[in-house]
């Protein structure tokens, strides 16, 4: 984690300058290097993912005159993309080694909502069964796998919010799980408590099934709308 006035140079599949200004340049174990701003909340000015490496190198004689002192090199392993970072002026330069990452954590309405469509499995549809909750694959979790009516295997992904990032989690399950011969064909659901529109539509276009889930519904309780006294 390094502190410095500098300027950033990007070139691959676009260029972008990035002019002199203090910033947070973050090193990351996977190779990742981003640039951050006081502002902006959470995105990065500029960034290089992995693969990729790193080199610090010696400033030319035109950004020696210019004031550098020393300049990055980030170059991505499968592409032309490129960083040139120059340093003019390092504030503060630390390391630290986060370990093992756990993972996300669902929250609890999330969780909750796992727990729930499991126990409820025929709100997908008649004749689903159950084969369990938090189904494991080489790339992460399916938070539900069972089978519908004729017996054939289906992935669910569970969110709170059902987003396209959600969509596309589904479908890299979905294309390493057809691969199995013991479970293919698999079909998907996308089952969340509101499903934003551009999500619906990339997942219809991916043969992936949506279902609205209705949280108080399955937990049982009582909607006074539905009642007639």
Not at 28 to 50: E, Q, T
Not at 94 to 108: I, R, T
Not at 124 to 144: F, K
Request: proline share 4%; net charge negative; charged share 25%.
């Amino acid at each position: 984690m390094v502190i410095a006035t500098c300027s950033v140079d990007y070139e691959g599949r676009l260029t972008a300058h990035l002019p002199l200004a203090t910033r947070l340049l973050l090193v990351k174990a996977d190779g990742s290097v981003l640039v951050h701003s006081d502002g902006g909340s959470y995105k990065p000015l500029n960034w290089m993912s992995p693969p990729c490496a790193m080199a610090e190198v010696e400033p030319d004689e035109t950004e020696a005159a210019d004031g550098v002192t020393s300049v990055w090199v980030v170059q991505h392993a499968k592409s032309e993309d490129r960083l040139r970072v120059r340093l003019h002026q390092v504030l503060h330069d630390s390391a630290h080694d986060l370990g093992v990452d756990p993972g996300l954590v669902k929250d609890g309405v999330e969780a909750h909502l796992q727990r729930l469509l499991a126990e409820h499995i025929t709100t997908l549809g008649d004749g689903y069964t159950l084969s369990r909750r938090e189904y494991m694959t080489a790339i992460g979790p399916v938070d539900i796998l069972c089978r519908d009516a004729a017996g054939s295997h289906v992935a669910v992904e569970i969110k709170r919010r059902g987003e396209i990032d959600g969509v596309e989690q589904l479908t890299r399950y979905l294309e390493l799980m057809n691969r199995d011969p013991h479970l293919a064909p698999v079909t998907g659901v996308f089952a969340a408590q509101v499903i934003k529109p551009q999500a619906r539509t990339l997942a219809e276009d991916r043969g992936i099934r949506c279902v609205v889930l209705d949280y108080d519904a399955l937990r049982g309780v009582d909607d006074s709308e539905h009642r007639l006294f």
